[in-house]
T-cell receptor, first 109, second 114 residues
């Protein structure tokens, strides 16, 4: 089964800067990779899905890249705001979604 | 409009008891899931149902028994609760079963076993 590693448990950044989160996996490249946001005490919320034949996907201030050669996805939050503070989870699909442990982002005003 | 709802939100019980968690989705999805999120925040799938049929059972102890009376509901019954069952349990649903679509999660049920 896949081993999924998200770069660090916590990331602290200044408001207005770009946060970059990393998701690495070990085995075969999945057909799809998803990113979710989870706030304390709440369920994860879907943000973006990227397919293996897509290099990049954007949604407002969010950008996801998918490099099947490096077995890595990068998740960027540009012009970060305190409201972006949350835990971000990457998830890979095979017959099910397998989640990484998440990276907690704190944006300082 | 709540998309995926779970009851109860909190559940505190003694070891050895039996408890149930209920889940309902009003999205018209065919597939529903149960996930467990432990104290380290790691989210792991337990079960998946597609149109009331079990399609994923991830080596969960048979003290856990899911039941899907119809495709909008997926309940989780846990027998003989153990300390290690303490976690947050999330219900989720999706339009398809192949992991290729977004999943909608409920608010979670925090289970504490004393």
């Amino acid at each position: 089964s896949q081993k999924i590693e998200q770069n660090s448990e916590a990331l602290n950044i200044q408001e207005g800067k770009t946060a970059t989160l990393t998701c690495n996996y070990t085995n075969y490249s999945p057909a799809y990779l998803q990113w979710y946001r989870q706030d304390p005490g709440r369920g994860p919320v879907f943000l973006l899905l990227i397919r293996e034949n897509e290099k990049e996907k954007r949604k407002e201030r969010l950008k996801v890249t998918f490099d099947t050669t490096l077995k890595q996805s990068l998740f960027h939050i540009t012009a970060s705001q305190p409201a972006d503070s949350a835990t971000y989870l990457c998830a890979l699909n095979d017959y099910k979604l397998s989640f990484g442990a998440g990276t907690t982002v704190t944006v300082r005003a | 409009d709540t998309a995926v709802s779970q009851t109860p939100k909190y559940l505190v019980t003694q070891m050895g008891n039996d408890k149930s968690i209920k889940c309902e989705q009003n999205l018209g999805h065919d597939t529903m899931y149960w996930y467990k999120q432990d104290s380290k925040k790691f989210l792991k799938i337990m079960f998946s149902y597609n149109n009331k049929e079990l399609i994923i059972n991830e080596t969960v102890p048979n003290r856990f028994s899911p039941k899907s009376p119809d495709k909008a509901h997926l309940n989780l019954h846990i027998n003989s609760l153990e300390l290690g069952d303490s976690a947050v349990y999330f219900c989720a649903s999706s339009r398809t079963s192949g992991g290729d679509g977004e999943q909608f999660f409920g608010p979670g049920t925090r289970l504490t076993v004393l």
